[in-house]
């Protein structure tokens, strides 16, 4: 089977997508199908600009069709009219999964960073303890503009997974949480903290997550004053400060407050004044604690400047110390896990107990498996790309992304000639920094990048634009064949991403692509790793480590190109498309691919794959038929040695 989707992910990480983590779509695929919906014509409003704010439409505007498929092939977002009603009878989003269903509409920020927890973990884990979640990558005041719209994708057509975005009346909120682990990061814009204070005055619950961020020498970030979450925390009287404090195994910033904050955690608080670090002082009242069940998950003590909450207007808002504090992960602790549950469901009820919940329908945006659920709410559109950011987004990231995607886009393009997509490519810059994610498996395809560096953007660019690209099709237009070293898959992704690293970045030019001579490090005479039965399989993790696998192909690969130039590499997948065109979903063996890979490059590559430690039932491929002919080939005279640099040049195909 073809991956139909590939999500990856690498958290805080420097760009290596090498250490992106792949994961299958169990959880949407489960949710949709279970939840398939008739396919339907829905009102549907065309918006042939960016904001929904200045359409009038009218009821009887409906779009065909056709007029629905013309909007989401060319890059517009469309508007559903009569929303609400249109919610009431066929859903436009699939329900959350909400256990015992307590009516509050949490918005979860992420335009000033995204993270893997924002985007899928923390929504699931606010639906499982009774709260409705939305994510957003959109500034805030235009989420909670009472008359604006956010940009969402809705379940169009559940048969053929035709998911278009579209523009949806703004929902509701009752808390937001909004978090920030770095300066670095985009910024909270005036209009934003505006809107925030407003939501909160007006009776909202808010949370402001942070970190004690230390200045790193004179080129390190800006004091935490100058930082933007503090210009966010100052206008309710609060600041992370560069100071910490370990308490419970986190380490907390240690936040200045004015005196309207008080503890979380009635009757546990040291008093304001005493924010003394000495552990003995936290362990010495630790035994008065009133609150036993935050004796025993162990949170012992969390005084109010670690964790403080505030009256303002009709509202609450809670700061915390550590945006990690509420996070959970497979691996911690079941102490530690139980205590991120605690401060989770605490925080969550100290900022809605006084409040009415929104209610309604439980059939809301959500994330599925990709972006979302509330897409960035500008957007631009160039060389059949569809880019997507937010109004707080980064100058000179912008300027990347118009000036030296396309660049990326035609080189790739370039050197890797397929059948064009008939939509554009939706692309969706994030905040913060460390990876992406692309969704294959419903249409449009999107690909999120979340990056605060111009390289980075480009990396991870050319890796997810690889990942929708098969190489030339066969004389009837089509793809064919399945080879064991997945199609669009990472090593393929990875190995343009290199290529696309070294446009970017001259000194890179003289080494092999991916540096991937790195093998001989953990296969020094480059035979012992036997790829065809060590292949993105959990013995390959286990005896070698992840992304080895990958590693050893693209010297393969890099040996090859050594030789023959890049052109063979999209020959190579011409060939298995020709081939194979009888029985495209034919499985090729290794001993098959590599028969395709020697008809491209017109040598023998069987010896070669031998002396790389490759199980092959030939050990020569003498002669073969392609396309009416035989063709006699020679031994590849390739041998098992360091590779040369990454090849640029442009291919040449016939
Ligand atoms: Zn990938």
């Not at 978090?179 to 005055?201: G, H, L, N």
């Not at 959500?366 to 100058?395: C, H, R, W």
């Not at 005279?637 to 442009?650: K, Q």
Request: glycine share 8%.
């Amino acid at each position: 089977m073809l991956k139909n989707m590939a999500v990856h992910f690498g958290y805080r990480s420097a760009i290596n997508l090498q250490e992106l983590k792949l994961t299958t779509s169990k959880k949407s695929c489960q949710l949709y199908e279970m939840k398939r919906l008739i396919p339907f014509l829905a009102i549907l409003m065309l918006l042939c600009g960016c904001q929904g704010k200045n359409l009038k439409l009218s009821n009887s505007e409906k779009l065909t069709t056709e007029q629905i498929t013309a909007a989401w092939t060319s890059g517009k977002t469309i508007r559903v009219d009569n929303f609400k009603e249109k919610l009431s009878t066929r859903p436009l989003f699939a329900e959350q999964p909400v256990v015992a269903d307590k009516g509050y509409n949490v918005l979860i920020d992420m335009a000033h960073e995204c993270s893997f927890v924002t985007l899928w973990d923390l929504p699931e884990r606010l639906n499982k303890s009774g709260y409705r979640a939305i994510g957003s990558h959109a500034t805030v005041n235009t989420v909670l503009d009472s008359k604006g719209f956010s940009r969402v994708r809705v379940l169009y057509d559940t048969v053929n997974k035709i998911y278009p975005f579209a523009w949806w009346p703004n929902a509701k909120y009752d808390v937001i949480i909004t978090e920030q682990s770095t300066p670095k990061a985009q910024d909270y814009t005036d209009a934003e903290i505006a809107a925030m204070v407003q939501f909160v005055r007006k009776g909202g619950g808010l949370i402001i997550q942070g970190y004690a961020i230390r200045r790193a020498g004179p080129a390190g970030p800006p004091d935490n004053g100058e930082w933007s979450l503090n210009k966010l925390a100052a206008v309710f009287g609060g600041k992370f400060t560069d100071q910490d404090t370990t308490i419970s195994g986190i380490r907390w910033a240690k936040m200045k407050l004015s005196e309207e904050w008080s503890s979380v955690y009635p009757g546990t608080s040291v008093k304001p004044e005493n924010t003394s670090p000495n552990p003995l002082i936290a362990r010495a009242t630790e035994s008065t604690s009133p609150n036993p069940l935050l004796r025993k998950e162990g949170a012992r003590e969390l005084p109010r400047n670690v964790l403080a909450i505030r009256k303002f207007g009709r509202g609450r808002v809670v700061m915390c110390g550590n945006l990690s504090a509420i996070r959970r992960s497979g691996k911690d602790s079941e102490e530690r896990k139980a205590l991120a549950d605690s401060l989770l469901s605490k925080m969550m009820t100290v900022l809605t107990e006084f409040q009415k919940p929104v209610g309604g329908t439980l059939h809301l945006p959500q994330t599925m498996e990709g972006g979302g659920a509330i897409y960035p709410e500008l957007e631009d559109n160039f060389s059949n790309i569809v880019f997507y950011y937010a109004a707080n987004q980064k100058p000179e990231l912008l300027k990347t992304v118009k000036d030296d995607v396309p660049k990326a886009q035609a080189f790739i393009q370039q050197r890797l000639p397929s059948t064009p997509t008939a939509e554009p490519m939706y692309l969706i810059l994030c905040a913060g920094g460390g990876g992406g994610w692309a969704v294959n498996i419903y249409k449009p395809k999107e690909n999120g990048i979340i990056s605060l560096d111009g390289h980075g953007i480009l990396s991870i660019f050319g890796h997810e634009l690889a990942h929708t690209m098969f190489g030339p099709a066969n004389d009837e237009g089509k793809i064919a064949g399945i080879a064991p070293i997945p199609d669009r898959g990472e090593a393929h992704a990875g190995w343009f991403q290199g290529k696309v690293n070294a446009l970017f970045k001259p000194d890179l030019l003289d080494k092999a692509n991916r540096e991937c001579n790195s093998m001989f490090a953990y296969d020094p005479k480059g035979n012992a790793m036997d790829l065809a039965t060590c292949y993105e399989n959990e013995a390959m993790n286990q005896k070698w480590g992840y992304g080895k696998d990958w590693i050893k192909t693209w010297y393969i690969w890099q040996k090859i190109d050594d030789r023959y130039g890049p052109s063979w590499y999209p020959k190579w997948k011409w060939v298995q498309h020709t081939r194979w065109k009888d029985d495209p979903e034919h499985h090729l063996t290794w001993d098959e691919m590599v028969e395709d890979m020697s008809i491209a490059v017109g040598e023998d590559l069987f010896p070669f794959f031998i002396k790389v430690g490759t199980t092959l039932n030939k050990k020569r491929l003498e002669q073969i038929e392609f396309q009416g002919n035989k063709i006699t080939l020679r031994v590849a005279p390739i041998d098992v040695t360091p590779a040369g640099a990454v090849r640029m040049e442009e291919v040449v195909l016939r």
